[in-house]
């Protein structure tokens, strides 16, 4: 079975441009999760999408957002891009929420702002 | 809220020996998860072992084992025989049973095994 895939795995922005990241989570796998991975302050729970439907979301300003396909892909747009949102970004995909079942991992995507 | 506390920001040992992580966190939750992931250099993150609040037997595999002390939120990882692949970062994580998709992270604990 594919693992999760992310794409684009590296990418490169100015400040003030909007980026969008994509995920695809194991075939079967209906829950993804998304994490912001910096060196000063670790890794940061996004948001949590199930069912084209976002359960949860971590303290992240409005200019994160995301959404989810009936497919169960899933996209996250950061509008307005600062120089402190370079990071690695981790999707995370598991069956549903609240099954026994682990959030497994993407390769991520590198975000650099200049 | 929960917190997760890795208080080993570095460890080295040799190859061949045993090596001990810690963990500790905080949660006034009863039924939850912790997981110990690993994300070796430029790799991606991989789960290394998990251990439901609710079994008392210390989970195991392979060479990866936990010392789960549920009062006192304690949950340390075991390697023994550490070989050069383990060399990375691991994390200790925590999330809810029955809750948000969300795990909370400690800050890591960076593992080298030196030949």
């Known amino acids: 079975k594919a693992g999760v895939t992310q794409t684009p795995r590296y990418l490169i922005k100015t400040r003030g441009q909007q980026v969008t990241l994509s995920c695809s989570p194991i075939s079967g796998h209906r829950s993804v999760s998304w994490y912001q991975q910096t060196p000063g302050q670790g890794l940061q729970f996004l948001f949590e999408?199930?069912?084209?439907?976002?359960?949860n979301k971590g303290n992240f300003p409005g200019r994160f957002s995301g959404r989810q396909f009936s497919n169960s892909r899933s996209e996250m747009n950061v509008s307005t891009l600062e120089l402190g949102d370079s990071a690695l970004y981790l999707c995370a995909s598991s069956t549903y929420p609240g099954s026994s079942d682990t959030q497994y991992f993407g390769p991520g995507t590198r975000l650099t702002v200049l | 809220a929960q917190t997760v506390t890795q208080s080993q920001p570095e460890m080295s040992v040799q190859e061949a020996e045993t090596v001990t992580l810690s963990c500790t966190y905080d949660t006034s939750e009863n039924n939850y998860y912790l997981f110990w992931y690993k994300q070796p250099p430029s790799r991606q993150m991989i789960l290394v072992i998990r251990?439901?609040?609710?079994?008392?037997q210390n989970a195991t595999e392979n060479r990866f084992s936990v010392n789960f002390q549920k009062a006192a939120k304690s949950f340390s990882l075991k390697i023994s025989d550490s070989q050069l692949g383990d060399t990375a970062m691991y994390f200790c994580?925590?999330?809810?049973?029955?809750?948000?998709?969300?795990?909370?992270f400690g800050q890591g604990t960076r593992l080298t095994i030196n030949p």
């Open positions: 999408y199930f069912s084209e439907t976002q359960r």
């Open positions: 251990q439901e609040a609710y079994k008392q």
């Open positions: 994580a925590f999330m809810v049973i029955q809750g948000a998709q969300k795990l909370v």
